[in-house]
């Protein structure tokens, strides 16, 4: 009976460790990181908040992710997809829950395999990526286009490009304008500036929408007759959003624990493959202006500033498999005035800890059970020889 008694409390024991430290990692770890975050206050004075502390009108609570490379059917191991999808959908999902931003921005690098995957294994990344990072209609998701989704500038075509607009069911270089902010998209795979026809239309789209933005900058007596038909917008330096960072030479000038490693802090960029070319990106800055930059692809964290004026944040990978410490950018936005704070997600490290904490557990749990079980066996056997 006390040998019985024995197993099942053991066996109870075993199921709820391994029961807790599986909710633990797969479920609620996402709670405390999260719950640490809060969307930055913009000031009073600056027009972010209004006299009670909340966001007026004009202040748009805007999160931003990026390089999420979901994996495909031919590169990854079928476990690192499966858990790799499984961390970003429950990142996201208490994400959203938890701060529920107006909108959402991925910089690009939706997918690993978009610049070669069948249209059978395209339409498979695509329902997956729709599962996890399902939203209610309070959320806008703007995806923007990086290379792995289309390839780098010489493997991407009309068709990869046209397959993931078609997806997200918008251009890849326009304007979304909320509140009264503009956000300036832009297909960074294609400043090449070679003349590429993909190239000569977002270039021609880019000329366009400068030349727009700069007529609503000018107030009634001020515009010229170019601005004759130009589509209105807010009249306010647009928040620039890209796949592709600005150049910058390395990123030996980049601070923080999501900074690159030390020792690829000085490695050169390459111009078009690491960084967009010094030419194509003090286009941009002529032609727009932009108050902020904010770009993917390195997959690690950094701030520049370009010229003196024009401040560039790199924002990381925010999946497990390209770095230990994912995180998200959160933006609170103004006509006139912005403030970005960084939430961090929980560690793959701490993940491996706890898990293995318990395995350990289990281990003497098991050792100390075979011991009691043995006691008991002799304490039997004794008994028996004692009836004898
Ligand atoms: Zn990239």
Redesign the pocket.
């Known amino acids: 009976m006390l040998r019985f008694s024995v197993k099942w409390v053991s066996a109870v024991v075993l199921v709820f460790l391994v029961g807790a430290a599986f909710i633990f990692c797969e479920y609620l770890i996402y709670y405390p990181a999260i719950l640490k975050c809060a969307w930055p206050k913009l000031s009073h004075a600056r027009g972010g908040e209004g006299s009670d502390g909340r966001p007026t009108d004009s202040t748009v609570h805007a999160m931003v992710l990026s ?1 999420t490379h979901l994996l495909g059917a031919v590169g990854g191991h079928w476990f690192d997809k499966l858990r790799r999808e499984w961390q970003m959908e429950r990142a996201f999902q208490t994400a959203l829950w938890l701060l529920r931003p107006e909108i959402v921005f991925i910089l ?2 939706i997918f690993d395999e978009g610049k070669w995957s069948s249209q059978k294994n395209w339409e498979d990344d695509v329902r997956r990526f729709h599962r996890m990072f399902r939203h209610t209609t309070d959320t806008e998701l703007v995806v923007l286009v ?3 989704d289309i390839g780098f500038h010489y493997e991407m075509d009309w068709f990869k490009l046209q397959r993931f607009e078609k997806v997200f069911n918008a251009s890849s270089t326009r304007i979304v304008t909320k509140k009264g902010v503009n956000f300036l998209l832009v297909n960074s795979v294609a400043l090449h500036g070679d003349g590429c026809p993909i190239c000569q239309s977002v270039e021609k789209e880019l000329i366009k929408l400068s030349r727009e933005l700069n007529c609503s900058l000018q107030t009634g007596s001020e515009k010229t007759e170019s601005c004759d038909g130009a589509h209105p917008y807010p009249p306010t330096a647009p928040v620039m959003l890209q ?1 592709y960072p600005l150049y910058r030479e390395s990123d030996a000038g980049c601070r923080g624990e999501d900074a690159a490693l030390p020792e690829e802090r000085h490695l050169l960029f390459r111009e078009k493959y690491d960084v967009l070319s010094k030419d194509a990106s003090q286009r941009l800055l002529q032609w727009f202006k932009p108050r902020l930059i904010l770009s993917g ?1 390195t997959h690690s964290g950094c701030e520049v500033l370009h010229d003196n004026k024009y401040p560039e944040i790199s924002v990381p990978s925010f999946s497990w498999r390209n770095r230990n410490n994912p995180s998200f950018i959160l933006a609170s936005v103004s006509p006139r005035s912005y403030t970005l704070s960084k939430c961090f997600l929980p560690q793959e490290s701490t993940v491996i800890s706890v898990y293995s904490s318990a395995g350990a557990f289990l281990l003497l749990l098991f050792l100390a059970h075979c011991l009691v079980m043995k006691g008991l066996c002799s304490l039997c056997l004794l008994g028996k020889h004692k009836s004898m």
């Open positions: 390089d690009g690098d990086g290379n792995h796949h692809h």
